[in-house]
């Protein structure tokens, strides 16, 4: 019995410690990074249907994925731990990130608004209406890099 | 008139050079890893989800952009010269992933068809068919790994 009980504690504790190295905060930021990343893939798709040949179907596509990563629940890759580089993992992120929960709370729902409405937008295939809306999230993506992102020189 | 035509040229040429600029091979390369760095948080979220508490929003979130990213058209971020390390890049694939185009094309569909199908289960909160659709879409990924991808040591 107290065999089983202290394997039980030893498979308790090695799940613990998958689940905590998991969750090491380099690997969060670099999750969060990873899904920026492929957002800005996403938008330089959109804005190049948009100021060249219009392809309904990739614009969809695109929006549907901005909106995905918007609607993943990424506030949990801002955990602590993940204010400054650790490991390999640099950020960006300003500490208010980390202070500023009403601001931030504004910034975060205004941009999965504006995504999912592109989302909604893109769908129709209707191309003004996608420059419109995607000037409405371009412009939520810079309201939270204004305020919580260390911008680097010529990225904009 | 002469003078328009040469600054509309210009601006072409510029456009041209930017559109080239976004296509790099290097940004192709880094663009494809970060839809997968960030379908790994979510394959893990899902996961966890399974092997401990289980939050049917979370794993629905998860499961609709993993099939987000899976349907996004990935395929055109295997422009050729993305086929091996260029500028700060660095890429896993096998050349065969270049030239085995029926056997890319098989894996590419098991993968979508997978991750979709796993959307549609994650949206019923359904745990137990969950966990066999979520080892259907990691058979897929392995498949793929398999013969297309170098694996690194400790990485599975």
Request: aromatic residues 6%; charged residues 25%.
């Amino acid at each position: 019995m107290k065999k089983t009980m202290l394997a039980a504690i030893g498979v308790l504790a090695a799940g613990i410690a998958l689940a905590q190295q998991a969750q090491k905060p380099e690997d969060l930021i670099k999750f969060r990074q990873a899904g920026y990343k492929f957002m800005a893939w996403n938008t330089g798709r959109i804005k190049a249907n948009l100021e060249g040949s219009y392809n309904k179907d990739e614009v969809a596509k695109a929006a549907n994925v901005i909106a995905a990563v918007a609607n993943s629940g990424m506030g949990a890759l801002y955990a602590p731990g993940t204010d400054k580089a650790v490991g390999n993992a640099h950020t960006h992120v300003k500490p208010e990130l980390f202070t500023d929960k009403e601001g931030v709370g504004k910034v975060a729902v205004a941009f999965n608004k504006e995504a999912n409405e592109l989302a909604k937008v893109a769908a129709t295939g209707d191309a003004g209406a996608v420059k419109v809306q995607f000037g409405k999230l371009v412009e939520a993506c810079k309201a939270c890099h204004k305020d919580y992102r260390v911008e680097e020189k010529n990225e904009h």
